[in-house]
């Protein structure tokens, strides 16, 4: 499996995406707004994009169907629920159900509501695996909730799938939010070294060559990760006392989603 991640430069910091078979050169394109990078792209590889994948329904998102269509014929599969807001979309996707890339590739969607009621992640069937997961989960963070969305369905997804997905999963993030998501994880916990360390280590880095995390990694710098963390559950008590001494890990995430709203 060929990921190329294309940084869009606007101003939303979008990444898009465009997957590919080696052996017959079909392509999918995941939320591709940047038609033209996208296009682009599969022309100089040789590359034919037979297949748009939007994660959600955001116009950030969806903004490139219809020049991606009308330069290569490609479908759109969506959320089976998306449809009214895609119009574009002439396949909808449903929890488990596979999405073929020639003959190498098998993504598997699943069903993500929080950031919307109608998301999808993607997560490759490969050796080392990789989530496509557009607004649910970021570098070192979490998709706001505000249009369309609620925090209780985020956790869910969060510590129903996510957390139990392989250590060693790639993320790409619809995104790029990596330093300010690593600045509220030191909010929340000052004295998260690995965090720290990766806002230094990445200050300088340029969206175009962006770090691709691990689960691995997200669980160490990722504060919607370590809600069992100490420091982190101390901090939120000051915040919110009438939490009470002993918050539960669902109230622990809406209210650290709660912060970053106006973080």
């Known amino acids: 499996m060929i990921v190329k991640q294309i940084w869009t430069g606007n101003a939303y910091r979008n990444f898009n995406y465009v997957v590919a078979c080696e052996e017959t050169g079909e392509a999918l394109a995941i939320d591709p707004l940047d038609h033209e990078k996208c296009l682009d792209l599969a022309r100089q590889e040789g590359w034919d994009i037979t ?74 069937h490969t050796e080392i695996p990789g989530l496509f997961c557009g607004d649910t989960l970021f570098n070192a963070g979490a998709g706001n909730c505000h249009n369309g969305g609620h925090p209780a369905e985020l956790y869910e997804t969060f510590a129903g799938q996510l957390m139990k997905l392989p250590d060693t999963t790639l993320i790409y993030p619809g995104h790029d939010y990596l330093h300010n998501n ?10 998260n070294a690995r ?4 806002l230094d280590d990445t200050f300088d880095q340029d969206p175009a060559e962006a770090m691709i995390t691990s689960l691995s990694l997200e669980k160490e710098v ?20 009438e939490i009470g001494t002993s ?4 109230t622990i995430f809406m209210k650290l989603r709660e912060l970053r709203n106006s973080w």
Do not use: W, Y
């Open 51 to 124: 297949q748009i994948l939007n994660t959600h329904e955001h116009d950030d998102h969806t903004g490139g169907n219809r020049p991606v269509m009308e330069a290569t014929g490609a479908r759109v599969l969506a959320h089976h629920a998306a449809g009214a807001s895609i119009p574009e979309m002439s396949v909808g996707l449903s929890a488990g159900d596979i999405v073929k890339v020639g003959k190498t590739i098998e993504l598997e969607a699943l069903d993500t509501p929080g950031h919307t009621m109608s998301h999808v992640c993607l997560l490759s």
């Open 182 to 191: 690593l600045q509220f994880t030191l909010d929340r916990e000052p004295g």
């Open 195 to 198: 965090a720290q360390d990766l």
């Open 222 to 241: 990722n504060t919607f990760f370590r809600l069992g963390n100490p420091e982190v559950i101390e901090q939120l008590i000051l915040k919110f006392p």
């Open 247 to 250: 918050p539960d890990p669902k």
